[in-house]
């Protein structure tokens, strides 16, 4: 069982950045591949990126690539997401998620845990 908090969202212009940061408790945070979402009005939830449980792999939607780091700090039961050189379209309610260590992908539905979302927005 892990619970998952956000927080860093905001109002950027667009080409700024933001650090989005996930809290998870829980003892076995290593367990979990940690992935984040988003969902903007109008559309569907979209993957944004994973990284596995050591950290040692990351996977990123082609649109956020070059763009947007995936971390996590086991440590700390964190994982983040910079973001840079934002743009309007990534304007959404982002989303932390986990899922098995087993499992490396975008399937939203193979993810079992959500936390309750940060807005981040970016004008023009």
Known sequence: QVQLVESGGGLVQAGGSLRLSCAASGRTFSSYTMGW????????????????????????????KGRFSISRDN?????????????????????????SRL?????AKKYGYWGQ??????SS
């Open 103 to 107: 499992y490396m992908g975008d399937d």
């Open 117 to 122: 979302g940060t807005q981040v927005t970016v």
């Open 37 to 64: 979402f988003r969902l903007s009005p109008g559309k569907e939830r979209e993957f944004v990126a994973a990284i596995s449980w050591s950290g040692s792999t990351t996977y990123y939607t082609d649109s956020v």
């Open 75 to 99: 440590a700390k039961n964190m994982v983040y997401l910079q973001m840079n050189s934002l743009k309007p379209e990534d304007t959404a309610v982002y989303y932390c998620s986990a899922t």
